[in-house]
């Protein structure tokens, strides 16, 4: 059911794999049947469902405010912020997933928390500095993230200028593939960009394979387009 899972900071991280199933309404499937996952995961992590706030991911870099978003709500965007400890998810299939922890201004408040959505599109565009601006914004003071399964340097393979206009645009993305492909590296991107911005970059499931490409119980768009969203999802502990 999940790739991994930690407690920190007041707030539960997991990330789902596919024992728990497809959890993307935008790709075939039955929607009733991808509603009841997304409620087992969210009654497992002991939130009400209709609270888990899920994204219209449109590989872009707008960060919804989850607080004034209604029960149910589908709002579009590829980040989300929550200074209330709303339950927020991110779905992937090989971009990557992060999750991000904000320490409060004042002692005993809740954590601030967010996710990003951050395809390549994404992270050339920004996606990451601006979810963080909405955190700092919103009073966190000491920032941590913790990145999720992805697809990963060596198997990402791109278009010879694909590569060269993404390392324009962000410096140290671009990558060899193991077939000696142009490729690009997505998560050591993504860590590098949050270190730059301050943010503490924590390792997760080191002794778990993280490439979704490599990984058949991942999900992977590249492998197999029916094989659906997994999610990396933050809530709130008491």
Known sequence: ????????????????DRDLGNLGLH??????????????????????????LYLDQVHGTH?????????????????????AGRPLAVMVADCVPVVLVGEPERAGAAPLTAVAHAGRRGLLDGVLPAVVEALRARGAQRISAQIGPCVCAQCYEVPEQMAEESEQSLPGIRT????GTPGLDLPGAAARQLEQLGVQVEVVAEDSPRCTLENEGLSSHRRDPSSGRIAGIVVPVS
């Open 176 to 179: 060899t593939t193991r077939w």
């Open 1 to 16: 059911m999940y790739w991994h899972s930690s407690q920190r900071l007041g707030v539960r991280t997991v990330f789902t």
């Open 63 to 83: 960060v919804v405010d989850a607080d004034a978003a209604a029960p149910g709500e589908v709002c579009t965007g590829d980040a989300a912020v929550s200074t």
């Open 27 to 52: 790709v075939p499937d039955d929607p009733q049947a991808v509603r009841a996952r997304r409620d087992r995961a969210a009654i497992d992590l002991g939130v009400d469902p209709s609270s888990v």
